[in-house]
T-cell receptor, first 114, second 115 residues
Framework: AQSVTQLGSHVSVSEGALVLLRCNYS??????LFWYVQYPNQGLQLLLK??????LVKGINGFEAEFKKSETSFHLTKPSAHMSDAAEYFC????????????FGTGTRLQVTL | GAVVSQHPSWVICKSGTSVKIECRSL??????MFWYRQFPKQSLMLMAT?????????EQGVEKDKFLINHASLTLSTLTVTSAHPEDSSFYIC???????????FGSGTRLTVV
């Protein structure tokens, strides 16, 4: 069985500050890991994914995440927050393979203040 | 890039009626479609997995007679909420893997309100 834990249901940062959203996973097989962003009443947009290649993954909108096997973590970071980054962020895990189902974390709502 | 078109984006229906939600893969063949349900301010919960030409696989606790899934072609999967009740009000999202090594593509979601 696989699972994902996102620490912190709400994170608030000032515009221009570092964004750090935490994700820890549990998996009995080498995992694929994903970060998605969701804006209100919309579907999910992929920010980045880890598929056993480079452990530091760069995504869209300046986000990146580092896969740390020893810590079973895949934290999402962005050096400088922008107001447009305010949204819900989900970490997800799947088995290796194309049609494996995704298991989502509970989500972290990012608030960006002036 | 790969696109999954989901319709309707929102729907209001009366209790006891049925509602059909469609997800179409526009530029790829979706042999598998995942259907999720999301309650307000909560995560996505997988309801079922549909495969083209075969019966859907439902997650534990999901009533297959209430949430009918059809995946009759490689580009269309539908979810029908039968005899809807207010507790079925939720945000429903579909997702399909768009190919080997490619990311899952999500539909834009359907907000269902049962009154």
């Amino acid at each position: 069985a696989q699972s994902v834990t996102q620490l912190g249901s709400h994170v608030s940062v000032s515009e221009g500050a570092l964004v750090l959203l935490r994700c820890n996973y549990s998996s009995s097989v080498p995992p694929y890991l994903f970060w998605y962003v969701q804006y209100p009443n919309q579907g999910l947009q992929l920010l980045l994914k880890y598929t056993s290649a480079a452990t530091l993954v760069k995504g869209i909108n300046g986000f990146e995440a580092e896969f740390k096997k020893s810590e079973t973590s895949f934290h999402l970071t962005k050096p400088s927050a922008h107001m447009s980054d305010a949204a819900e962020y989900f970490c997800a895990v799947s088995n290796t393979g194309t049609a494996s189902k995704l298991t989502f974390g509970t989500g972290t709502r990012l608030q960006v203040t002036l | 890039g790969a696109v999954v078109s989901q319709h309707p984006s929102w729907v209001i229906c009366k209790s006891g009626t049925s509602v059909k939600i469609e997800c179409r893969s526009l530029d790829f063949q979706a042999t598998t479609m995942f259907w999720y349900r999301q309650f307000p301010k909560q995560s996505l919960m997988l309801m079922a997995t549909s495969n083209e030409g075969s019966k859907a696989t439902y997650e534990q606790g999901v009533e297959k007679d209430k949430f009918l899934i059809n995946h009759a072609s490689l580009t269309l999967s539908t979810l029908t909420v039968t005899s809807a009740h207010p507790e079925d009000s939720s945000f429903y999202i579909c997702s399909a893997p768009s190919g080997t090594g490619k990311p899952y593509t999500f539909g834009s979601g359907t907000r269902l309100t049962v009154v």
